[in-house]
Each structure stands twice: as C-alpha cells, then as structure tokens.
C-alpha cells in the first residue's frame, strides 16, 4: 500500500545534507514494511539488521561505537558487503539496543556517505536512559494511515483528489458519497493490517477482530515499559482516554482506585508509547502556539480512530450507526478524526483554547499555526447558533483572520464575518496549506 512517508524518504535520501534517519512511532503503523518498500528505491541491496529477532547481534555494538569497525562485523554477520554508495542500512527494532542508538553519531561523523535508517517501538522510553545523539541524526514520526492514504488503498482516486484540493461547492450526492467514505474510515481506522484486510474485500466484522488483536499486543507490551508503570491502571488509563475524546483530561477521572501520580505514570506512558497524543490549551494571541501552553490543562487524541472506536464499543453498533451516520460526525469520533488528519498533515503537535476564567467553560476545539498565522477550528454539527465559543474568540482576539467550523455539513461562508465552513473531509487540506 502506498504510504506518504515514501516521499519524505526520497527527499532524505537526495539530501546533501543527508544524516542518519530514525522512524518514530507506536507499533503496527508500517514502519518497517515502508522502509523496505522505500529500500527498493536503491541499486543495491538492503541490510536489515532486527535487533528482536537477533538480541546476540547487540554485542556487535559493546566494545566501543566506532562506525568502521561495527560495519565489518555486521559484514561478517550478514554475510554481505554494504556498498555505501547504494546500499540501504537497516537497524530495526533499534529501541532493543541502545548503543545501536548512540553509534548513528559516529556513522554520521566518520561514515557520512553511508545511507542509514533506524526504526523501533517504545523509542522513548530507551532516549529517556541514553544520550541522544542531538546534530547528528534526523527524526521522522510515522502515523497509522490517514484517510487520503486509506481511500487509494481502497482505490478511490477521484475522491482523494477531490479532498486535496480547495474545497469547493459538490453536488449534494457526491458530497454525502464522500461522507459514507469517512464513516467507513471512522471504523477501519488507519493501521495497516485493518486497511489492507478491507481493501482485499474483507468483512468488517473481520477488521474488528484486527483491532482487538492489535489492542491485545499494546497490552502485552506494557511490561516493557520503562520506569515500571502498573499495568492494571495502564489498561484502565488506555481505556478511558478512548473515551474521552473531546474532553480536558482530570487523571482522577481516568481510573479509579490509584493514586493521582499513578494514573498520570500511566497516562505519560501511553504518550510516550505514541499511543495517545496530548492536545494542549494555549492562548492564540501568538506565535509560536507552544509558548502560551498550558502543561496542565490538556486533552487528548487516540493513536488511531478505528481502535478508538472499538474501546469505545462503537464496533457492536456499527449497523444501526450506519442507518443513521450523520450522528456519529457531531461527536468524539469527528474530533478524534480532525486531530488525527490534522496530525497527518504535518502539525508536530495540537492545541485548543479554553477561556482562562473559572466562572467560563468556553473551548474551541484546535487552534492550527499556518503560514504564520492562527486558525481556530470546531468541529461540530455546523449550526451557528451552536459556535458561541468561537465567536468569544473571534471577539476576544481581533487579530484572528479568519476561523473554519468543520462539520458533516456543506461548504458556505457567513459573509459578516470570519467564519468559513468546511466539510470535515478537507481537514487534512486545510491544515497542511503552504
């Protein structure tokens, strides 16, 4: 399957400026299988070096990081020449070997030309005990497949050129078609092996179970997290965060019976583990928008919509939502949709605004940075008479040019003021505008 990230691989590799790569990113979202596709871009071969698979090869990496010699060794190993001219050097599951990690400096710095890249799971909580090699190498973070990537997929090419592009006036027919899309994308959800087992005609009862597998591997490895967070109220924080789309997180909400300091290890863990994404409130009066965040006043994302929807038990009323989907595009999932496509599109991190004043429970639910200006986004059913938060933002700060509402509604403009509406499927377009 086609994954965006195949275009910031060539670029990393056609740069002079080219430096060891590491892919970040929770499991089962393609790492690896993309940068094997990726591989095939090259002459030569590719080294795979899986540090899960062959945990002895870590002692390759034990007498000392000197670039040179750890390349003759993994020679030997392979039992192949790595030509650095057109040869692909593949660390996976790199999180298993720190000082794997910390030998990308001495590759940049004393074997440049080489072409390396490093992919692992759990990467944050193995950075957190070693020195990152800061300069020396480049990051790229690896999300669950968006809904442009998920619609070639299932081979719906005109309808991912019609999301990519301005938004413009569709027929009402087209536009609900594209509506069922992003309904049958809510539910699949973005990993890999859901979308792949869809799109080869599986039944969706069949995708469900996928998700519960891939939920089940989380749990497994929790054991694996590191400093030791408990496990039981890591299932109950798990849980609950899906839950909580949309709402300011209060650990003591997330689980009961633990302490407020355990429930937020676990909560911490789970971010680091890429499997929940913090949304901080923050002040749109400038940028840069992480300058004015709140560390304590926050929401969250899940890792991705489709598992989202089965904690939430969504999945056993799939048919009865389907009769009725314009429900299901005024709640959670269309804001977990919203961030998750907004995440995609290129945003490092999300933001919401929350009016700093006790007696107000005014929110908007994202605040974008494009092109060097803030944009408040709502998600909601598209009536104005339902926006009187963002218009206290408007009011509250005059500098905002304009704000966008998206919903399942059709596109249109409320000319005696900033406000735009915008069909929730242009999410990714409107926050990835150069």
Same mark, same amino acid.
């Given at each position: ?21 590491? *892919? ?46 750890? *390349? ?28 794997? *990690? ?272 803030? *944009? ?59």
């Amino acid at each position: 399957m086609e994954r965006d990230i195949q275009d910031k691989l060539i670029q990393w590799k056609n740069s002079d400026h080219r430096k060891p790569l590491i *892919i970040r990113g929770a499991r089962q979202v393609g790492k690896t299988y993309s940068i094997l596709e990726f591989g095939k871009q090259y002459k030569g071969k590719v080294h795979q070096v899986n540090f899960e698979k062959n945990p002895k090869w870590k002692g390759i990496f034990e007498q000392d990081l000197d670039a040179g010699r750890i *390349i003759g060794e993994l020679e030997v190993l392979l039992n192949s020449k790595i030509n650095s001219e057109h040869d692909l050097l593949f660390f996976d599951e790199i999180q298993n070997c720190p000082n794997a *990690i910390m030998s990308l400096r001495y590759f940049y710095e004393q074997l440049s030309e080489i072409h390396v890249i490093a992919a692992g799971s759990l990467l944050e909580f193995t950075l957190n005990n070693i020195p990152f090699p800061v300069g020396r190498v480049q990051t790229q973070e690896m999300l669950p497949m968006s809904f442009s990537e998920f619609l070639r997929a299932n081979g719906k090419e005109q309808v991912n050129e019609i999301i990519n592009s301005q938004p413009k006036q569709l027929s009402a027919i087209i536009h609900q078609t594209i509506l069922e899309d992003v309904f049958t994308y809510f539910f699949v959800g973005g990993m890999p092996e859901a979308v792949k087992h869809f799109s080869n005609g599986g039944r969706i009862s069949e995708v469900f179970e996928i998700h519960s597998d891939l939920l089940y591997t989380y749990a497994q490895d929790f054991s694996k997290y590191s400093p030791a967070v408990n496990t039981e109220c890591l299932n109950t924080v798990l849980s609950s965060a899906a839950k909580s789309t949309g709402k300011q997180i209060k650990y003591s909400q997330l689980a009961s019976g633990f302490t407020n300091p355990t429930i937020k290890s676990a909560f911490n863990a789970l971010t680091n583990a890429r499997l929940l994404r913090k949304i901080k409130a923050t002040s749109p009066s400038g940028l840069p928008l992480e300058a004015g965040a709140n560390e304590k006043k926050f929401k969250s994302v899940f890792l991705d919509i489709g598992l989202m929807a089965h904690l939430n038990g969504l999945s056993n009323s799939f048919l009865e939502i389907k009769h009725n989907i314009n429900t299901v595009f005024q709640g959670a999932m269309a804001e977990q949709f919203v961030g998750q496509e907004f995440l995609a599109a290129g945003q490092k991190n999300l933001y919401y605004w929350a009016r700093q004043s006790k007696s107000s429970s005014a929110e908007v639910d994202y605040l974008l940075a494009v092109n060097n200006e803030i *944009i408040p986004v709502e998600v909601k059913s598209g009536s104005s008479g339902s926006l009187k938060s963002l218009h206290l933002l408007l009011n509250q700060f005059a500098d905002i040019k304009n704000a966008y509402v998206l919903s399942h509604g059709e596109l249109g403009k409320l000319k005696t003021q900033k406000l735009e509406f915008i069909p929730i499927y242009y999410a990714s377009f409107l926050a990835s505008q150069q």
